[in-house]
């Protein structure tokens, strides 16, 4: 009885641990496969329309009935997808009365263009799972473990978006030092608990898109 108790308490132990790894690993999976499909699709898009920088808008959202609907095909978002993607990322999409685009992809995954009162081609949010099961809660909370910060905005020579410019999408990180501390610990965008969790996915793809055994937050999808 004393073993089987033994037994019973190291597998109440391990087993939360092996599910947690088996989450980490799932999510490891499908940010580093939206990050290359995502930008695999801008370069096929390059060959067929040039340079992106010249085909890329700050895109606004969608236009609302008289009762406050959405009007599909009315978002600059939507027909900016629509033109240059649409034909090389398998979507269907739902649009808010918002104006945020969210865009289901053929794996079950889904990202959306902008966030609530802010429509916008540059920030995109990426939902390794139901995005309907990461919503409701203290979005700080939320990000960097059931959504993840990416962003595409290749135009601007800021020095605060040099790790942005002439690139496809990539994990946010608008105005970051370089460090790995500010990775963490970045008063504004760092991951900590503490803090937004805007570089949540930055510290993933610096790990080589594997969750630290530091990692601050718990992922689920």
Not at 29 to 53: H, P, S, V, W
Not at 137 to 156: M, T
Not at 171 to 184: I, R
Request: hydrophobic share 35%.
């Amino acid at each position: 009885m004393i073993t089987l108790g033994i037994i019973g308490i190291v597998a109440a132990m391990t087993l939360p641990a092996l599910i947690q790894n088996y989450r980490n690993q799932v999510v490891e999976t499908r940010l580093k496969k939206f990050y290359t499909i995502f930008n695999q699709a801008l370069q096929m898009a390059e060959a067929e329309y040039g340079d992106k920088k010249d085909w890329y808008i700050d895109a606004l959202g969608v236009d609302l009935d008289e009762e406050g609907n959405p009007i599909y095909e009315t978002s600059d978002i939507d027909k900016w997808f629509s033109k240059y993607l649409s034909q090389f990322i398998v979507l269907k999409k739902k649009i808010d009365t918002s104006g945020r685009v969210l865009y289901y992809l053929s794996d079950g995954t889904a990202f959306q263009a902008g966030s609530v009162g802010n429509p916008s081609l540059r920030d995109l949010y990426f939902y390794p799972g139901n995005p309907d099961k990461c919503q409701g809660e203290n979005f700080d909370k939320l990000r960097g473990v059931c959504v993840f910060n990416f962003e595409y905005y290749p135009v601007s020579k800021n020095l605060l978006w040099k790790y942005h410019y002439n690139k496809g999408i990539e994990p946010a990180k608008y105005n970051w030092g370089g460090s790995l501390d500010d990775l963490f610990n970045d008063a504004e965008r760092g991951c900590a608990n503490n803090h937004s969790g805007v570089y949540c996915t930055a510290l993933i793809q610096y790990n080589g898109w594997k969750i630290p055994k530091d990692y601050p937050r718990k992922v689920r999808y």
